[in-house]
C-alpha cells in the first residue's frame, strides 16, 4: 500500500497521444478538472529526396517521438497515474504491415497526391465520395505501382491505428478515423459491405493475389469500447504500468470536434485560418455525391459533413498587412511597442457596415476545387467609390467572401435538409471574438465562441476520449449517457462561451449582398483569363 506522502505526489489523469504531421505531442489532463497538466512534444520530419508532391515518414520516428514526449511528461509531472490513454492523429495514411505486424517499407500521407485518378475513379465506381487522400484510394495506387508491396500486406492502419496496434498489439481503429480509410455505413457501423465488394472487384481484374480489402483493414471501434490494454513492452517504452485501457484510435478531425466539445446533431465546428474547414455533425447519411462536401464520422459514428476552403484568410490576411502597415505609425501607442497590423485593423472591420459600404471581394489567391475554381489570380476589389474606400469596409469584405464561398459549399447540405443549429468558431478568426457576429449572421445560425477551449485540439480530444472510457469502463467509475451526453455536459460545466445570435438586419442585408456576390463568382472565368500573364 503506498504511503501518505506518495499518494499526495500522485496526479491522477488521462494521457492523450497526438501524432501530426510535423511532430508528436503527449497530454495529460487532470482526472478531476480536465484542464492540462503536463506537456511532451518532439518533432519529425519527412523522407527526404521524394519528387514533388510526394510525402512519407517513418513509422519509427513517431514512436522515437513519443518515448522523447514521455520523458518530458513525466518530468513535468513525476508522480502522474494514467488510468486510460486516448490517440489522435493525421488521417488518410497508409501504414502497411505484413503478417507479423512489421511495417513494410515508409508510410504515405494524407497530403501525398499521387492517387488523384484513384480517387476519381472510386468516386465514380462505388457511387460514393472517395477523396484522392483516403487511404482506400492510396491503396489502389499502391496495388498498381508497387504490386510487390500490396501482396505482402495483410494489416492496413492509419498513424493513429498503427500507434494504437504499437501500445495494445490489435489492429483496430475508432470509427471515424476508419471512415477515412474506407466508406461507413450508417447501418453497421462498420465498412459498407457492398461497395467493399466493389472494391475487391476492381482489384481482382488487375491481380487476384491481393488479400480482400476488409481483411487488412483494422476492426472498427467507437467511443468508449476499448481497444486493448497497454502491453508490458508498450509500458515499459512509455514508463506506465501495464494494463492501462487504450481508447480507439482517432483521427485529428474527429478528435478536435471532441475538444471543442461537439457531438449533437446540427453542430457546426468552424475554423477559419489560411484554409477553413467547416464539420458539420449530421443526422443522417448524405446522399449523393458533391465536390464541395467530404464525409467521415463522429467518434460514436454520428456522420460528419466536411467542406473546406483551399482560400480561407489569406486575401484577408493580406489586406490587413498592406493596410495595417500603413496605419499602424498612426496608432496610438503608450509605449515603444507598435501594434500589430491585426491589432490596428480587426477592432474597425467588426464595425464596418454589415454591407461593407457596397464592396464586395473575391479571395481567390489559390485554386477552389470545390467551387470549380481551377487556378488562382482573381483575388479583388470591386464597387470602389470615394465614400466607401475605407481599410474597414476593404478588410470586411475580403472576409465575407470567404464567409460566402463557405455558404456555397453548405448549400448543398440545406437541400437535404440537414439541420444547423449552433455554430461554433475557432481558428485564427475566434482571436477577435466580435467576428463570431459575423458569422452569425451569414449563416443566420447562433454562433458560440469557446474562450477557455484548449490549444491542443486533437491531442485535448484524444485525452477527453481516454476520460470517456474510462468512465464507460471501470466499475467504480461508472457513467449513465452516451458520448454526445458527455460532451455536452462538459460543455455546459465551461465558464467561458461567449454567444452571439443573428441580428435580424443585419442578416437580410447580408442576404441580398450574397446574391450579389454569387452573381459576381460567375465571372471568375472571365477574370482568371484576363490576369493571365
Same mark, same amino acid.
Given at each position: 500500500?503506498?504511503?501518505?506522502?506518495?499518494?499526495?505526489?500522485?496526479r491522477?489523469?488521462?494521457?492523450?497521444?497526438?501524432?501530426?504531421?510535423?511532430g508528436?505531442?503527449?497530454?495529460?489532463?487532470?482526472?478531476?478538472?480536465?484542464?492540462?497538466?503536463?506537456?511532451?512534444?518532439?518533432?519529425?520530419?519527412?523522407?527526404?529526396?521524394?519528387?514533388?508532391?510526394?510525402y512519407?515518414?517513418?513509422?519509427?520516428?513517431?514512436?522515437?517521438? =513519443?518515448?522523447?514526449s514521455m520523458?518530458?511528461?513525466?518530468?513535468?509531472?513525476?508522480?502522474?497515474?494514467v488510468?486510460a490513454?486516448?490517440? /489522435?492523429?493525421?488521417m488518410?495514411?497508409?501504414?502497411?504491415?505484413?503478417?507479423?505486424?512489421?511495417?513494410?517499407?515508409?508510410?504515405?500521407?494524407?497530403c501525398?497526391?499521387?492517387?488523384?485518378?484513384?480517387?476519381?475513379?472510386?468516386?465514380?465506381?462505388? #457511387?460514393?465520395?472517395?477523396?484522392?487522400?483516403?487511404?482506400?484510394?492510396?491503396?489502389?495506387?499502391t496495388?498498381?505501382?508497387?504490386?510487390?508491396?500490396?501482396?505482402?500486406?495483410?494489416?492496413?492502419?492509419?498513424?493513429?491505428?498503427?500507434?494504437?496496434?504499437?501500445?495494445?498489439?490489435?489492429?483496430? =481503429?475508432?470509427?471515424?478515423?476508419?471512415s477515412g480509410?474506407?466508406?461507413?455505413?450508417?447501418?453497421?457501423m462498420?465498412?459498407?459491405t457492398?461497395?467493399?465488394?466493389?472494391?475487391?472487384?476492381?482489384?481482382?481484374?488487375?491481380?487476384?493475389?491481393? /488479400?480482400?480489402?476488409?481483411?487488412?483493414?483494422?476492426?472498427?471501434?467507437?467511443a468508449?469500447?476499448?481497444?486493448?490494454?497497454?502491453?508490458?513492452?508498450?509500458?515499459? =517504452? =512509455?514508463?506506465?504500468?501495464?494494463?492501462?485501457?487504450v481508447a480507439?484510435?482517432?483521427?485529428?478531425?474527429?478528435?478536435?470536434?471532441?475538444?471543442?466539445?461537439?457531438?449533437?446533431?446540427?453542430?457546426?465546428?468552424?475554423?477559419?485560418?489560411?484554409?477553413?474547414?467547416?464539420?458539420?455533425?449530421?443526422d443522417?447519411?448524405?446522399?449523393?455525391?458533391?465536390d464541395?462536401?467530404?464525409?467521415?464520422?463522429?467518434?460514436d459514428?454520428?456522420?460528419?459533413?466536411?467542406?473546406w476552403l483551399?482560400n480561407?484568410?489569406?486575401?484577408?490576411?493580406?489586406?490587413?498587412?498592406?493596410?495595417?502597415?500603413?496605419?499602424?505609425?498612426?496608432?496610438?501607442?503608450?509605449?515603444?511597442?507598435?501594434p500589430s497590423?491585426?491589432?490596428?485593423?480587426?477592432?474597425?472591420?467588426?464595425?464596418?457596415?454589415?454591407?461593407?459600404g457596397?464592396?464586395?471581394?473575391?479571395?481567390?489567391?489559390d485554386?477552389e476545387?470545390?467551387?470549380?475554381?481551377?487556378?488562382?489570380?482573381?483575388?479583388?476589389?470591386?464597387?470602389?467609390?470615394?465614400s466607401?474606400?475605407k481599410?474597414?469596409?476593404?478588410?470586411r469584405?475580403?472576409?465575407?467572401?470567404?464567409?460566402?464561398?463557405?455558404?456555397?459549399?453548405?448549400?448543398?447540405?440545406?437541400?437535404?435538409?440537414?439541420?444547423?443549429?449552433?455554430?461554433?468558431?475557432? #481558428?485564427?478568426?475566434?482571436?477577435?471574438?466580435?467576428?463570431?457576429?459575423i458569422?452569425?449572421?451569414?449563416?443566420?445560425t447562433?454562433?458560440?465562441?469557446?474562450?477557455?477551449?484548449?490549444?491542443e485540439?486533437?491531442?485535448?480530444?484524444?485525452?477527453?476520449?481516454?476520460?470517456?472510457?474510462?468512465?464507460?469502463?471501470?466499475?467504480?467509475?461508472k457513467?449513465?449517457?452516451?458520448?454526445?451526453?458527455?460532451?455536452?455536459?462538459?460543455?455546459?460545466?465551461r465558464?467561458?462561451?461567449?454567444y452571439y445570435?443573428?441580428?435580424?438586419e443585419?442578416?437580410?442585408?447580408?442576404?441580398d449582398?450574397?446574391?450579389?456576390?454569387?452573381?459576381l463568382?460567375?465571372?471568375?472565368?472571365?477574370?482568371?483569363e484576363?490576369?493571365?500573364?
Open positions: 500500500m503506498a504511503s501518505s506522502s506518495e499518494e499526495s505526489t500522485t491522477k489523469g488521462f494521457l492523450g497521444i497526438d501524432i501530426g504531421t510535423q508528436l505531442s503527449a497530454l495529460l489532463i487532470d482526472h478531476d478538472s480536465l484542464q492540462v497538466i503536463g506537456k511532451g512534444e518532439a518533432q519529425y520530419g519527412m523522407v527526404d529526396n521524394l519528387d514533388n508532391g510526394c512519407e515518414q517513418n513509422a519509427q520516428d513517431w514512436e522515437d517521438a =513519443l518515448v522523447d520523458k518530458q511528461l513525466r518530468e513535468q509531472v513525476p508522480g502522474m497515474e488510468l490513454i486516448g490517440i /489522435a492523429g493525421q488518410h495514411g497508409e501504414v502497411l504491415m505484413d503478417e507479423q505486424g512489421h511495417v513494410i517499407g515508409t508510410v504515405r500521407l494524407w501525398d497526391a499521387r492517387n488523384e485518378e484513384e480517387g476519381m475513379e472510386l468516386t465514380n465506381k462505388l #457511387g460514393r465520395k472517395v477523396p484522392k487522400r483516403m487511404t482506400s484510394a492510396r491503396f489502389l495506387w496495388i498498381r505501382n508497387k504490386p510487390d508491396v500490396a501482396r505482402k500486406t495483410r494489416h492496413m492502419n492509419t498513424p493513429a491505428g498503427w500507434m494504437a496496434f504499437r501500445l495494445s498489439n490489435q489492429h483496430s =481503429l475508432g470509427i471515424g478515423d476508419a480509410m474506407f466508406p461507413v455505413s450508417q447501418k453497421s462498420n465498412y459498407d457492398e461497395l467493399l465488394n466493389k472494391f475487391d472487384a476492381i482489384v481482382r481484374e488487375q491481380d487476384q493475389s491481393i /488479400a480482400p480489402l476488409e481483411s487488412i483493414l483494422p476492426k472498427v471501434l467507437v468508449g469500447e476499448t481497444t486493448g490494454l497497454l502491453t508490458s513492452e508498450a509500458a515499459k =517504452l =512509455l514508463g506506465l504500468h501495464e494494463g492501462i485501457p480507439p484510435a482517432e483521427g485529428d478531425q474527429p478528435a478536435a470536434l471532441a475538444g471543442s466539445f461537439i457531438g449533437s446533431p446540427g453542430t457546426v465546428s468552424c475554423s477559419f485560418g489560411t484554409s477553413v474547414c467547416a464539420n458539420s455533425v449530421g443522417r447519411e448524405f446522399k449523393g455525391v458533391s464541395s462536401v467530404d464525409h467521415f464520422c463522429a467518434s459514428g454520428k456522420p460528419i459533413n466536411m467542406i483551399r480561407g484568410t489569406t486575401f484577408l490576411n493580406s489586406v490587413v498587412s498592406s493596410y495595417g502597415q500603413m496605419l499602424q505609425n498612426s496608432a496610438e501607442s503608450n509605449d515603444d511597442i507598435k497590423a491585426f491589432d490596428v485593423i480587426m477592432p474597425k472591420l467588426v464595425k464596418a457596415p454589415p454591407n461593407c457596397g464592396l464586395l471581394a473575391l479571395p481567390f489567391m485554386d476545387p470545390g467551387l470549380h475554381v481551377s487556378s488562382g489570380g482573381s483575388a479583388m476589389i470591386v464597387g470602389w467609390n470615394e466607401n474606400a481599410p474597414e469596409n476593404v478588410a469584405a475580403a472576409l465575407m467572401s470567404t464567409c460566402f464561398n463557405l455558404r456555397i459549399g453548405s448549400e448543398v447540405l440545406d437541400e437535404q435538409g440537414y439541420p444547423r443549429k449552433r455554430m461554433v468558431l475557432t #481558428g485564427g478568426l475566434a482571436k477577435t471574438p466580435e467576428c463570431g457576429q458569422i452569425a449572421d451569414v449563416f443566420n447562433p454562433t458560440e465562441l469557446q474562450l477557455d477551449s484548449s490549444d485540439g486533437s491531442g485535448f480530444g484524444a485525452c477527453l476520449m481516454a476520460t470517456f472510457l474510462y468512465h464507460k469502463t471501470k466499475a467504480d467509475a457513467m449513465e449517457g452516451d458520448w454526445t451526453d458527455f460532451l455536452e455536459t462538459r460543455r455546459k460545466n465558464s467561458k462561451l461567449l445570435d443573428p441580428n435580424p443585419h442578416v437580410s442585408v447580408v442576404n449582398m450574397f446574391q450579389r456576390y454569387k452573381k463568382l460567375t465571372l471568375v472565368p472571365q477574370l482568371t484576363a490576369v493571365k500573364k
